[in-house]
Nanobody, 123 residues
Framework: QEKLVESGGGLVQPGGSLKLSCVAS????????MGWFRRPPGKASELVAA????????YYTDAVKGRFTITRDNDLNTLYLEMNDLRPEDTAVYYC????????????????WGQGTQVTVSS
């Protein structure tokens, strides 16, 4: 069974940090580009960050550049999103997703989705 399972979300104060993880199973994780998306309350989802299959290319939306870092460990079939200097506007459900290529990922043409993990930034 193909699965993506996120973890690491929670409640954090502004300026704090969280590290999200996404464990893949049931498919060849190391040949897929991966992305982190988020859906803020009442808003559409957006691509936050993306990384290609061998981790030598990445993308960040402007709102998180310099604060978030996407990485992956193909030996562990795991994708990460390290989030620093969190702000209330980062509050959202965060999803990981897989795409057949990095280009497809940046175009939101994803093949597989996780169930999401809630991140709440509030004092």
């Amino acid at each position: 069974q193909e699965k993506l399972v996120e973890s690491g979300g929670g409640l954090v104060q502004p300026g704090g940090s969280l590290k999200l993880s996404c464990v893949a199973s049931g498919f060849n994780f190391d040949i897929y580009a991966m992305g982190w998306f988020r859906r803020p309350p009442g808003k559409a989802s957006e691509l936050v960050a993306a990384i290609n299959s061998n981790a030598d290319n990445s993308y960040y939306t402007d709102a998180v550049k310099g604060r978030f870092t996407i990485t992956r460990d193909n030996d562990l079939n795991t994708l990460y999103l390290e989030m620093n200097d969190l702000r209330p506007e980062d509050t959202a459900v965060y999803y990981c997703a897989a795409a057949a290529s990095f280009l497809a990922c940046t175009r939101n043409e994803m093949d597989r989705w996780g169930q999401g993990t809630q991140v709440t930034v509030s004092s």
